[in-house]
């Protein structure tokens, strides 16, 4: 029977036996090569998402998060990508995971850390620990000069890992590619497709559901 897996392309073993996979990927380049755009590049959209994005944070209890205040520089992550798959060669699935949350809690975190600046990118890494709210230290001072003279040579492989993406009908990030257990393989986009996801893996889930008055 083959595996259940998801593989998750974003910038930035469990209970259900679905094995998660998480591909660090160049979101510009997805939108260049797919011809999309930065949903904020619309004024309406924009306006829309100052409302939305606030109640979506939220819903998943991260409402201390804010977008950075220039996006579109801010968003040059090709080094922050190179360091973290140069991370994903060289340490632990553990470390990675822990190191790539880290990044993307401090970079969206204010005062929003510009890791696209090595030197940011290189004092962040320092200070990176097990969860972002503390813990054990991640990487040493010579673990962390080592991922910032090694990055160079992970630029192929952030492009590689952007190409499969969007081989794979990319059009922006996160993007999931799930494959059940019969084999079958589907895309989901976006981070609020989790029920779609369960139901096409066979994984039981509660869905929202609407309460009657009487059980308020």
Do not use: C
């Not at 510009?28 to 011809?35: C, E, L, M, Q, W």
């Amino acid at each position: 029977m083959p595996e259940a897996r998801i593989d998750v392309y974003l910038d930035f073993a469990n209970r259900s036996q679905t094995r998660p996979a998480y591909h660090p990927i160049f979101l510009g380049g997805i939108n260049v090569a797919s011809g999309n755009k930065p949903p904020w590049s619309l004024p309406a959209k924009a306006s829309y998402l100052a409302l939305d994005t606030p109640r979506a944070l939220r819903r998943v209890g991260l409402g201390h998060l804010r977008t950075p205040d220039d996006l579109m520089s801010f968003g040059m992550t090709v080094q922050p990508l190179r360091a973290i798959h140069y991370v994903k060669a060289h340490h632990p699935p553990a470390v990675f995971l822990a190191a790539f949350h880290f990044l993307i809690d401090r970079a969206w975190t204010p005062p929003n850390r510009r890791i696209a600046d090595p030197e940011v990118l290189r004092e962040v890494l320092g200070e990176a620990t097990e969860s972002v709210k503390g813990g054990r230290k991640l990487f040493t001072t010579e673990q962390v000069e080592a991922i910032m003279e090694g990055r160079a040579a992970f630029k192929d492989s952030v492009k590689q890992e952007t190409d499969v993406a969007l081989s794979k009908g990319a059009f922006g990030a996160p993007w999931i590619w799930v494959t059940n257990a019969k084999g079958e393989e589907e895309p989901f986009f976006g981070s609020d497709r989790f029920n779609h996801i369960y139901a096409f893996l066979d994984i039981p889930f509660q869905d929202v559901t609407v309460l009657s008055p009487n059980k308020l």
